[in-house]
């Protein structure tokens, strides 16, 4: 399934990609709109990132046939390493997902996935009462 | 209380950093300052919403509003240029923003040791009294390690 980049996505220049399992990864290039302080990528851009994928994954696992609104509650970004002037990688793990609420928790990395940038647990409400 | 040389102006400071890199992609302006605050605003733009048949503002953009204020908060708590880095940052998102509104992110830094600032902020839309997000998180001061 293709995901469809809200505006901001694209703005970010984020690219969909998958991993060697199948699973959905979100690349960013480097640029100098996603740049914080000299030579490192922006923490604001991380948790961007890191939230869009988040997003993304939980779409692909309700699947076509259910489209309830994604409302994020909170999200809690840790950041491990300085991400540099490179491409950032994402990728999001559903760790439950109930009728109401979703649990996910996202990682972001660079040249090495064992040696993350960041990580976020997000908690979002999904909202079936519209329509 | 704390005296920042001249070339030191947070407003300028701000408005510099705006001019550059993902400050200058999302628009993020100076909206005032205060011993130990800042407060940074996020003009509407098309460009950053989540979803066009609502217009709603994506959090994303919310999110390095407040990170941003909140950072320049321990400069203005410390009264000196320490460089820092973000240790975490948790936001609650209350209410979306309306579309078409500005969001203000006012950022406090509450705490510094000698090695973590601590902070907190909030994020509204027009009426201070209505937040849409609260922000809490810590920095670490990265020369201190």
Redesign the interface.
């Given at each position: 399934m293709k995901t469809s980049f809200?505006?901001?996505?694209?703005?970010?220049g984020f690219e969909e990609q998958r991993g060697t399992d199948g699973r959905l990864v979100i690349a960013m290039p480097y640029s100098?709109?996603?740049?914080?302080?000299p030579g490192f990528v922006?923490?604001?851009?991380l948790?961007?990132?890191l939230?869009?994928v988040a997003y993304a994954t939980l779409s692909e696992a309700l699947g076509e046939d259910d489209r309830p609104l994604i409302?994020?509650?909170?999200?809690?970004?840790?950041?491990m390493r300085?991400a540099v002037e490179m491409t950032t990688y994402a990728r999001a793990t559903i760790e439950r997902l109930g009728k109401r609420i979703a649990n996910i928790e996202a990682i972001a990395w660079q040249d090495d996935i064992n040696k993350p940038v960041a990580m976020a647990q997000i908690n979002v409400m999904l909202d079936r009462s519209r329509g | 209380m704390n005296e920042f040389p001249p070339e030191f102006d947070p407003a300028r400071l701000i408005q510099t950093m705006s001019k550059n890199g993902h400050n200058k992609l999302i628009g993020t302006r100076y909206h005032g300052h205060g011993e130990g605050w800042c407060e940074l605003a996020l003009p509407y733009s098309e460009t950053l919403v989540t979803d066009t048949a609502t217009g709603i503002l994506a959090s994303g953009p919310i999110f390095t509003l407040m990170d941003m204020a909140t950072s320049l908060s321990i400069w203005l708590k410390t009264g000196t240029f320490q460089p820092q880095a973000t240790l975490d940052l948790r936001i609650d998102y209350l209410r979306p923003a309306r579309p078409g509104n500005t969001v203000i992110g006012h950022g406090e830094c509450y705490h510094v040791t000698k090695s973590i600032a601590f902070i907190r902020g909030h994020a509204h839309d027009g009426d201070p009294e209505k937040p849409i997000a609260h922000v809490a998180g810590t920095y670490f001061f990265t020369a201190s390690a």
């Open positions: 809200s505006p901001y996505a694209q703005t970010m100098d709109g996603v740049r914080g302080r922006h923490g604001g851009a948790a961007g990132l939230e869009t409302k994020p509650v909170n999200v809690t970004a840790t950041y300085g | -």
